[in-house]
């Protein structure tokens, strides 16, 4: 192999954006986005420990069909509820766009910053007080409505929690709106020269996506729980029968946010596979413009499907069949992604490491979580799917096994970026595999609960399910095994990792063109931009130990139309 | 604070390009808000259409003829801060009167709300006594809510431009305040047509 004797592109910079200042309150009032990014990371990660600490209580107690002397069913409806809550709110909603988001895509863009960086900081603490309003609930009785909030059990009934974690999601929704505001306008006024909308990587456009979601149909779910806070204070609002009001409407309203959220989930998880998928195969992505588009069309038809979380509500049967008719055709936008990632593979050549079986495991668990959707979208079956552990089983294929893994493997792809030093790729590779086996030991076997009419978020159950439980739970400890073993190995890549380089992966995106760990500007000046996905350029470099990017090759390349 | 960041509270090196950046965000943040207002709205309407003439019970108040006049005080209002936008884009002084006068004007339109909200408790129509109390309160409210959470950033606004520091090089601040005011102001028509159209 010929080491590039070229100059080496990345200058190499003392300061970082991790040493530049110092001192706790460097942090707290930091402006970086970098930094905003990391306190995101940590937060969401810390939740999401929380929140996983839930579910394995819940499985546990599953393991016996009948009264368990430790948990009482209240007990336990305040753990599935918790465990939903945070996961949905403080974790995934945040993960991808908060934290891997606000620290990639400002230098994704060669830009200095997010268009508003006070705006960000400030989201981040709204994030902090929406939690906080989280926990406050918990010692003020908890909260046991499931996730969904839904009336009359929210507004007459419930814990009483349930006033503080509602002024929590309130809140927390600001926080996903004003990131949302800042990525959109970012992405509009900070594409460097020569990044057009087509040359951007396709993370940005998943996020961009993303956004448009969060600015639109938060705002509907922060007005919902404002009204459901009011009915509950004042006893009487317009989700009460018996005053006139109508139930349903909060379904509605809840789920005009909240299915346009699954997507808010999906998408940058998305973003995130197109990413590594090229970049660990070194092949230019297949299909840049149906990929793009597809993440739009996924964000326009997240806004016209909400209706199908209500087929036994009592909704009109014309209604149910225009709902469940453009609920198939989400299939479409979803199945041309997962091609065009698989045509991108082919002829590849692969390299598997762990950010990659992270990419691999998604397509695998994103494909069965998409095509359980479509029993649940057909109007028959759904009926007696509805409630049961099927729906269950689907929804964590499809937020846990594909938008947290994304993140997981996100996180692998960006950690020396962020940190500046390798984690244990043996280690990484061992905990991904028990990750992926424990994952669908967990929720396959919870298909066939569904499917055999175990009904979810019940405390008993009929002793007939008790080895489907079994092997669920089982699956579970083993996926917390992988997590645990994911935590200890990153922890201790952060004081013992071996030196990252700029560009470990061989990646053609701006971010690999400054050093690990970013300096505090990112860029000294703005950089020029080729296709971010043409790797013809970019060769092994065995003194830096890792790759460099011809940058005037990259550029000649990406002007002459090579490499597509 | 000694130890902060540098001041890099903006990526834009240039302040045109911060200028056209905050505009686009500040669209989308009144996008934000206009979809909050239109799905009340729409709750309002579901509610309200669904009950039919039982939504409204025999003997309870109609609106206050007081907020004909709350309407007539905030359109003004819309003015005066439009005619301060216009001084502040030229460095004219009377930027600080004009925003002054915005100030009163939005105070006088939450005292008028209050008041109007006072009559009607006294007509004895609580917030809890049926739906028909319950929307008009929560959807002027509502706005109210808006109003006053836009008055700190106007409190400095009028701070800035009484010491006339809004010129042609920079009246970002009085331009976004300016938005959020007419945005108020138009929501607030809207708001209220749809009120009083309920009500019969």
């Known amino acids: 192999?010929?080491?590039?004797?070229?100059?080496?592109?990345?200058?190499?910079?003392?300061?970082?954006?991790?040493?530049?200042?110092?001192?706790?309150?460097?942090?707290?009032?930091?402006?970086?986005?970098?930094?905003?990014?990391?306190?995101?990371?940590?937060?969401?990660?810390?939740?999401?420990?929380?929140?996983?600490?839930?579910?394995?209580?819940?499985?546990?107690?599953?393991?016996?069909?009948?009264?368990?002397?430790?948990?009482?069913?209240?007990?336990?409806?305040?753990?599935?509820?918790?465990?939903?809550?945070?996961?949905?709110?403080?974790?995934?909603?945040?993960?991808?766009?908060?934290?891997?988001?606000?620290?990639?895509?400002?230098?994704?863009?060669?830009?200095?910053?997010?268009?508003?960086?006070?705006?960000?900081?400030?989201?981040?603490?709204?994030?902090?007080?929406?939690?906080?309003?989280?926990?406050?609930?918990?010692?003020?009785?908890?909260?046991?409505?499931?996730?969904?909030?839904?009336?009359?059990?929210?507004?007459?009934?419930?814990?009483?929690?349930?006033?503080?974690?509602?002024?929590?999601?309130?809140?927390?929704?600001?926080?996903?709106?004003?990131?949302?505001?800042?990525?959109?306008?970012?992405?509009?006024?900070?594409?460097?020269?020569?990044?057009?909308?087509?040359?951007?990587?396709?993370?940005?456009?998943?996020?961009?996506?993303?956004?448009?979601?969060?600015?639109?149909?938060?705002?509907?779910?922060?007005?919902?729980?404002?009204?459901?806070?009011?009915?509950?204070?004042?006893?009487?609002?317009?989700?009460?029968?018996?005053?006139?009001?109508?139930?349903?409407?909060?379904?509605?309203?809840?789920?005009?946010?909240?299915?346009?959220?699954?997507?808010?989930?999906?998408?940058?998880?998305?973003?995130?596979?197109?990413?590594?998928?090229?970049?660990?195969?070194?092949?230019?992505?297949?299909?840049?413009?149906?990929?793009?588009?597809?993440?739009?069309?996924?964000?326009?038809?997240?806004?016209?499907?909400?209706?199908?979380?209500?087929?036994?509500?009592?909704?009109?049967?014309?209604?149910?069949?225009?709902?469940?008719?453009?609920?198939?055709?989400?299939?479409?936008?979803?199945?041309?992604?997962?091609?065009?990632?698989?045509?991108?593979?082919?002829?590849?050549?692969?390299?598997?490491?762990?950010?990659?079986?992270?990419?691999?495991?998604?397509?695998?668990?994103?494909?069965?979580?998409?095509?359980?959707?479509?029993?649940?979208?057909?109007?028959?079956?759904?009926?007696?799917?509805?409630?049961?552990?099927?729906?269950?089983?689907?929804?964590?294929?499809?937020?846990?096994?594909?938008?947290?893994?994304?993140?997981?493997?996100?996180?692998?792809?960006?950690?020396?970026?962020?940190?500046?030093?390798?984690?244990?790729?043996?280690?990484?590779?061992?905990?991904?595999?028990?990750?992926?086996?424990g994952f669908n030991m967990t929720f396959f076997t919870q298909f066939m609960l569904g499917s055999q009419g175990m009904p979810r978020r019940y405390y008993m159950y009929q002793p007939e399910f008790q080895i489907y439980h079994h092997i669920s739970t089982g699956g579970s400890y083993i996926m917390a095994l992988g997590f645990l073993i994911t935590a200890i190995y990153l922890i201790h890549s952060l004081f013992a990792g071996k030196k990252a380089p700029a560009n470990p992966w061989g990646g053609a995106s701006l971010e690999w063109q400054c050093t690990s760990p970013p300096p505090h500007d990112n860029f000294a000046t703005t950089p020029r931009v080729g296709d971010c996905y043409d790797f013809s350029a970019v060769r092994w470099d065995e003194k830096q130990q890792g790759y460099v990017i011809d940058t005037e090759a990259h550029l000649a390349a990406a002007s002459s139309g090579k490499g597509h | 604070m000694a130890q902060h960041d540098t001041p890099s509270d903006t990526p834009f090196g240039d302040p045109k390009a911060r200028f056209e950046a905050g505009l686009f965000g500040m669209w989308l943040f009144l996008l934000v808000l206009a979809v909050v207002f239109i799905s009340t709205i729409i709750g309002y309407l579901v509610v309200r259409i669904d009950n039919g003439a039982a939504f409204i019970p025999a003997d309870a108040p109609k609106p206050p003829l007081l907020l004909l006049v709350s309407t007539g005080v905030l359109l003004v209002s819309s003015v005066t801060m439009q005619k301060a936008l216009r001084a502040g884009r030229v460095g004219d002084p009377r930027q600080g009167g004009l925003m002054v006068a915005t100030l009163a004007l939005a105070l006088a339109f939450l005292i008028a709300q209050g008041v109007a909200w006072r009559d009607l408790y006294e007509q004895n129509l609580a917030i809890s006594d049926n739906l028909y109390a319950w929307t008009f309160y929560v959807l002027t409210g509502l706005h109210a809510a808006h109003v006053l959470g836009g008055l700190p950033p106007m409190l400095i606004t009028t701070w800035r431009a009484s010491r006339a520091a809004y010129g042609p090089d920079d009246h970002r601040g009085i331009t976004y305040c300016a938005m959020y005011w007419h945005f108020l102001d138009g929501i607030w028509v809207v708001l209220y047509a749809t009120l009083v159209l309920g009500s019969r």
């Open chain 1, 1 to 437: 192999m010929t080491t590039l004797d070229s100059r080496p592109v990345v200058t190499e910079v003392k300061d970082n954006y991790l040493t530049f200042t110092r001192g706790l309150l460097s942090w707290i009032f930091t402006l970086d986005h970098k930094r905003i990014g990391v306190m995101y990371l940590f937060a969401v990660l810390g939740s999401f420990f929380v929140g996983g600490v839930m579910a394995l209580l819940v499985r546990t107690k599953l393991l016996f069909p009948g009264k368990v002397e430790w948990m009482t069913a209240d007990e336990y409806n305040k753990a599935f509820t918790l465990h939903g809550a945070i996961m949905v709110f403080l974790v995934i909603i945040p993960s991808i766009p908060a934290a891997l988001g606000n620290f990639v895509l400002p230098i994704m863009l060669g830009a200095k910053d997010v268009a508003f960086p006070r705006m960000n900081l400030f989201s981040f603490y709204l994030w902090v007080v929406g939690a906080a309003c989280a926990v406050y609930s918990l010692m003020a009785g908890g909260f046991d409505t499931g996730w969904t909030f839904y009336t009359p059990y929210s507004t007459q009934y419930g814990a009483g929690g349930t006033i503080p974690v509602l002024v929590g999601v309130f809140i927390l929704g600001f926080s996903s709106i004003f990131t949302g505001v800042n990525f959109i306008v970012t992405i509009h006024k900070l594409r460097p020269p020569g990044m057009t909308w087509f040359r951007m990587p396709l993370f940005l456009w998943a996020l961009y996506a993303t956004a448009l979601i969060q600015i639109l149909a938060t705002p509907v779910l922060g007005i919902t729980v404002a009204l459901l806070v009011i009915e509950r204070a004042f006893n009487i609002g317009i989700f009460d029968p018996s005053m006139g009001g109508d139930p349903v409407l909060f379904q509605h309203f809840f789920w005009f946010y909240s299915h346009p959220a699954v997507y808010i989930m999906i998408l940058p998880g998305m973003g995130i596979i197109s990413e590594l998928i090229a970049v660990h195969s070194h092949r230019h992505i297949f299909g840049y413009r149906f990929i793009a588009f597809s993440s739009v069309a996924i964000a326009i038809f997240s806004f016209l499907v909400w209706g199908h979380h209500m087929f036994t509500s009592g909704q009109s049967p014309l209604m149910n069949v225009l709902f469940s008719a453009i609920t198939f055709s989400v299939a479409i936008p979803s199945a041309v992604k997962v091609f065009n990632w698989l045509a991108t593979l082919y002829k590849g050549s692969i390299a598997f490491n762990t950010p990659m079986l992270y990419a691999l495991s998604f397509m695998f668990l994103f494909t069965i979580g998409g095509l359980t959707g479509i029993p649940l979208a057909v109007l028959s079956t759904d009926i007696h799917l509805h409630d049961t552990y099927f729906v269950v089983a689907h929804f964590h294929y499809v937020m846990m096994g594909s938008a947290l893994i994304a993140m997981i493997g996100g996180l692998h792809h960006w950690w020396p970026k962020m940190f500046g030093v390798m984690y244990n790729e043996f280690w990484g590779k061992i905990a991904c595999g028990l990750v992926f086996v």
